[in-house]
Nanobody, 131 residues
Framework: QVQLVESGGGSVQAGGSLRLSCTVS??????MAWFRQAPGKEREGVAA???????AYAESVKGRFTISQDSAKKILYLQMNALKPEDTGMYYC???????????????????????????WGRGTQVTVSS
């Protein structure tokens, strides 16, 4: 079992920045990702990263968010810049539990979004962006 703990959320004004961190109890070097969920909406993928550090992003955050990982420290990051009110939501860290790796960040993104039940999940950290 992999345990994930997110931190770094908060309230910022539009245009501001936040960096989310996710501490991982056991780094499996499988696909990792960040998801978010706004009130009344479904959980959606934000960004994903494979063990070779290739990445993929939702269209809505491309050019503003950056996912990265430090496997030695067992931390996953999400740097969020130029935040918009529509970025508001609970942000979740996720780790693939099925050994998926080696196919690239885009594969990780699609797979983890399509197979939510195959992911380990953190409890989330709230991000609120005001206009």
């Amino acid at each position: 079992q992999v345990q994930l703990v997110e931190s770094g959320g908060g309230s910022v004004q539009a245009g501001g920045s936040l960096r989310l961190s996710c501490t991982v109890s056991k780094y499996t070097h499988n696909c990792m990702a960040w998801f978010r969920q706004a009130p009344g909406k479904e959980r959606e993928g934000v960004a994903a990263i494979d063990s070779d550090d290739t990445t993929a992003y939702a269209e809505s955050v491309k050019g503003r968010f950056t996912i990265s990982q430090d496997s030695a420290k067992k931390i996953l990051y999400l740097q969020m810049n130029a935040l918009k009110p529509e970025d508001t939501g609970m942000y979740y860290c996720a780790a693939d539990s099925q050994g998926n790796t080696g196919y690239g960040g885009a594969y990780c993104y699609v797979r983890m979004e399509q197979r939510l039940a195959d992911n380990y999940w953190g409890r989330g950290t709230q991000v609120t962006v005001s206009s």
